[in-house]
Nanobody, 115 residues
């Protein structure tokens, strides 16, 4: 089992940048596919990006492609999401996800982008 704690959310103006981090506890971090999801008010949770266990493969939602970058450090048990050129439509609670035999979630971190 893995426990996840996100950090790095906040308020930023449109066009700005934020970096989210997720610290994982537990064993075998490199065996988990790590991802980020988000949920805006009144909407369902949606996929943002994920990264393979080795970090060699990444995949992004079309809405963030070219603006967001996911990365991981298996030595530190962390995964990050660098978010650039932020838009008001990126406003949401962002959740870290670990997937192997099941899904594990962090508590979420709020990102607010003002226009």
């Amino acid at each position: 089992q893995v426990q996840l704690v996100e950090s790095g959310g906040g308020l930023v103006q449109a066009g700005g940048s934020l970096r989210l981090s997720c610290a994982a506890s537990g064993r075998s971090f490199s065996t988990y596919i790590m991802g980020w999801f988000r949920q805006a008010p009144g909407k369902e949770r949606e996929f943002v990006a994920h990264i393979s266990g080795s970090g060699g493969s990444t995949f992004y939602a079309d809405s963030v492609k070219g603006r967001f970058t996911i990365s991981r450090d298996n030595a530190k048990n962390t995964v990050s999401l660098q978010m650039n050129s932020l838009k008001p439509s990126d406003t949401a609670v962002y959740y870290c996800n670990a997937r192997r035999e099941g899904d594990y979630w962090g508590q979420g971190t709020q990102v607010t982008v003002s226009s």
